[in-house]
């Protein structure tokens, strides 16, 4: 896709309304969230670019593409386990065009240079998505009672 550009969300703030919204149909109902509330907080959290968490958006001409973000924590339970890669979210209608992918290297990248040598990341289906991308599984684990697994990526050798 041309034009595509990777920003921080601080830098684009513009985009939250439509963020909170696609999130909100993709994880609200398993989350028991009835409103777009606790998106735009959450949201409002990773407006940060020097400390996490850290959220990233791609856009187009002034249209917003996806998502994802940099965080402490991730998974409930697993917080021996840090950092992760987390809310990976591509627009219905720009997937398939390598978006996903080129979010998932831009968050790989700002981890790196933070000094960050293991990643961590968490998924209900999409493993061999992430496999394809370097990850392998680590342990299986429970989401809001819905069964996936942990996946880890070595991002340089110490
Ligand atoms: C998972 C998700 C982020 C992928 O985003 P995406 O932008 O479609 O990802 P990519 O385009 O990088 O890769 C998707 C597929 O398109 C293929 N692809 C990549 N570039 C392509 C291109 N230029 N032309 C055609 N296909 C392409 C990839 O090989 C991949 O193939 P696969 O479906 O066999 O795995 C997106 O489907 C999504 O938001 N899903 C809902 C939320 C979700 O599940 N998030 C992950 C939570 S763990």
Redesign the pocket.
């Known amino acids: 896709m041309r034009g595509v550009r990777i920003s921080y969300l601080i830098d684009s703030p513009e985009y939250i309304p439509q963020l909170a919204q696609w999130l909100f149909e993709?994880w609200g109902s398993i989350l028991g969230e009835k409103t777009l509330e606790a998106r735009i907080k959450k949201l409002n959290a990773h407006m940060n670019r020097d400390q996490l968490p850290i959220a990233w958006v791609a856009h187009a001409n002034g249209q917003l593409l996806?998502t994802a973000a940099l965080r402490v924590h991730d998974l409930e339970g697993r917080e021996d386990l840090t950092p992760w890669l987390g809310g990976?979210?591509?627009g219905p209608q720009?997937?398939?065009?390598?978006?996903?992918?080129a979010l998932c290297a831009t968050v790989e990248t700002a981890a790196k240079s933070r000094g960050i040598q293991t990643l961590y990341?968490f998924?209900l289906d999409?493993q061999?998505?992430y496999s394809?991308q370097g990850w392998t599984v680590l342990a299986p684990c429970v989401w809001h009672e819905r069964s996936g697994d942990i996946m880890y990526k070595q991002l340089q050798v110490a």
């Open positions: 993709q996806g990976v979210f591509v720009f997937r398939r065009r390598g978006i996903g992918e990341l998924t999409k061999a998505w394809r």
